[in-house]
């Protein structure tokens, strides 16, 4: 368990370092996890920004699994 949350822990620092630099919007976020601003970063972003947090709203929380949602990641995956 510690390295398995150590090893993440990691990954979201340099994430938290890094990617706002190359991310295409930035959101904030209160402490209830609601979006309180956002800014996108460039004006000519062609396709639509589709956010997830992993809490289950794709990926189901014991195994991952996408096959509620499949039809659904199909359609996107289609119109690009």
């Known amino acids: 368990l510690v390295y398995f949350i150590s090893h993440f822990e990691r990954i ?9 630099r190359k991310a295409n919007a930035l959101i904030e976020l209160d402490s209830n996890r609601d979006i309180v601003s956002m800014h ?3 004006d000519d972003t062609l396709q639509p920004i589709i ?5 289950g709203t794709l990926l189901d929380h014991t195994d991952y699994n996408t096959s509620n949602v499949s039809e659904l ?4 995956q289609s119109a690009h």
């Open 40 to 42: 996108l970063t460039s």
């Open 73 to 76: 990641l199909q359609q996107l």
């Open 51 to 55: 956010f997830t947090d992993l809490d």
């Open 12 to 20: 979201t620092r340099e994430n938290l370092n890094t990617l706002s």
